[in-house]
């Protein structure tokens, strides 16, 4: 059975990376947006990102301008957003699509897995997140209103970090 190790996705700076590297972490998959009503969650995405990883925790962004172009620039526009507005230190990705004919492979396999709270299928708007146990295993998914400091989202990390 697939997993998130499975893939390889580009970085914002260009280079390829096996997700098989975050092997063993417990990981928050966001599809992220510069120009959006919820932008403001990476400021709890980054706080999330830095309390946790010293117990094998990261975020991992992926922008995407399929809903309403609210990321229009290029992979280096977004990188310097994110660093120079909200501190981003977490993985961030390429530009991708999470929806339609050219979903990246990485988000037609999230979007398949039986998920709750939200279920499964196509992401509804920037900033939906899918929780990722150690063994690369999709184990909930929240709408993208979840904040990133919402308790539901908060007991299901701190429940899998546990194990």
Known sequence: MPNLYDFSMKTIDGSQQQLDEHRGKVLLVVNVASRCGLTPQYDGLQKLHAEYAPRGFAVLGFPCNQFGGQEPGSDADVRAFC?????????????????????????????????????????????????????????????????????????????????
């Open 83 to 163: 660093t120079t507005n909200y501190g981003v230190t977490f993985p961030m990705f390429s530009k991708i699509d999470v929806n339609g004919d050219a979903r990246a492979p990485l988000y037609a396999w999230l979007t398949s897995q039986p998920t709750k709270p939200d279920g499964p299928g196509d992401i509804t708007w920037n900033f939906a997140k899918f929780i990722v146990d150690r063994s690369g295993s999709v184990v909930a998914r929240f709408d993208p209103s979840t904040p990133p400091n919402a308790p539901q989202l908060l007991t299901v990390i701190q429940e899998v970090l546990a194990r």
